[in-house]
């Protein structure tokens, strides 16, 4: 891991750094405590599609875990995203595209056009491995190399992450949503979420434009693990509560600090 | 109010109170913070069937509320439960034939028997009455008279609760769940959620034995407030998770005291 740039604002310190995956230089950002020396855990965070590593949502829900927990949190820029767009032309157009197509629909998002998500499917295990790969590297300093790791990604960021957790037994804990059954890795999405066995909460938009009610039920029912848990709220693809990153922070503290015993069931 | 007993304990004020209603005593506990003397929030929790106001969810419940938020938690016997059971071998033996009919049924609970789901219904304008009448006796002091009012109640208490919600502008967030469209106040269910404007937090599991999957969805989306929550856990309907407690905690705290404004939407 290569720093860039550090800097250091309201007791969370923010370092621009640079990984080595295969030849290529992978984009991220670390954001730590201030002043912190000992241990301490990380949650990852995927971002959505379109977006890249410090969109205003991952940036405020790093900063909330770094201050409320004292965790690290380390973000990515997906393959084809952020920093690493290969064609700003292409990239713009697809916006522009994106645009078009939500103002034709008259609210909210267009359906995902099967090319773009072919697209999204292929960079998959490119990006697992880099994730991964970020893991090793976050190991090799002894205030992270104990873990525990946790992962936060809606949308493209459970297409990533479903799959990552999976294969990856280091992820402790994942914040996983706004993603149906089928829409996730096509066919695969059922096996996969069938493997899951770590604690997971759920979150799912109602009147979700890019997928059915139906397929968000489907796939947390299909999740493996019994400790699973799925916030449903009304509105878009883009219109989950801010009170739902709260709950995000809630889970972590739960199961990536040494957790205080909640009362008896009811 | 009357009071017959006052206890501390911890920070929390525990008191015992009769509260005539049309010439009947009905019992309950007002619990407050120790030492407050200026105007707090109230909530008010109603108790599952066959359980009381002092059972250990709610005593739980209502210590957690008032330590961490500072609110007061008041908790009323339903008719024919608690203090107010008219016919103690009668409660005795339903209380037996429940445990039976649940260890025939293997696991979990059996389904509600259509003569107590009757006389349940019977039991809520009755109930109402009492709690509308509790809320006019809170607020001839002037620590609560302003309120704000919330409701928590899951399984009976969403029984009481919802038609209670509806009827009564003074209450103007709520805790809700364990409960199905058509089970609540029978054909009534769907009008009534309609008619509820105000935040809910609607809590449900996935395995309950008393509902169908569909008919807590159902309700949950007749709910006619645009700020409505749904959370889903695996388990059968006395297994919620002890969590869901905290979440409630965390509800009542961003609606019923000044909030703090949470991060921009995702």
Redesign the interface.
């Known amino acids: 891991m290569k720093i860039l740039d550090e800097t250091s604002e309201l007791g969370v310190v923010e370092r621009r750094f640079d990984l080595d995956v295969a030849g290529e230089a992978v984009p991220g950002i670390h954001w730590v405590p201030a002043g912190a020396t000992g241990p301490h855990p990380t949650v990852l965070v995927g971002h959505?599609g379109t977006q890249h590593k410090r969109v205003?949502?991952v940036l405020?829900?790093a900063r909330?875990l770094v201050r409320h927990l004292g965790v690290g949190v380390v973000a990515l820029d997906a393959p084809e995203h952020g920093d690493r767009i290969t064609d700003p032309d292409a990239a713009r157009a697809l916006l522009e595209r994106l645009a078009a197509r939500r103002r034709e629909a008259g609210r909210g998002l267009p359906p995902m056009d099967p090319e773009r998500m072919r697209a999204m499917q292929k960079r998959v295990p490119k990006h697992l491995a880099e994730w991964r790969a970020l893991i090793d590297d976050l190991q090799t300093d002894e205030r992270y190399a104990a873990g525990p790791f946790g992962w936060w990604g809606?949308s493209m960021g459970t297409h990533h992450g479903l799959p990552l957790i999976v294969e990856e037994p280091r992820i402790t804990a994942a914040v996983l949503g706004l993603a149906g059954q089928r829409l996730v890795e096509g066919d695969r999405s059922g096996r996969l979420a069938g493997q899951v066995t770590i604690p997971i909460l759920f979150l799912f938009q109602?009147d979700d434009e890019l997928m059915s009610r139906q397929s968000g039920?489907d796939l947390?029912?299909a999740l493996g693990t019994?400790d699973?848990?799925?916030?449903?709220?009304?509105?878009g693809h883009?219109?989950?509560?801010?009170?739902?990153?709260?709950?995000s922070e809630?889970f972590f503290g739960?199961h990536l600090l040494a957790a205080t015993p909640?009362?008896?069931?009811?």
């Open positions: 959505g205003p949502n405020a829900l909330r809606v109602w039920l947390w029912d019994r699973k848990t799925m916030h449903i709220n009304p509105g883009v219109e989950m509560p801010g009170f739902e990153y709260r709950a809630e739960r909640e009362p008896a069931q009811a």
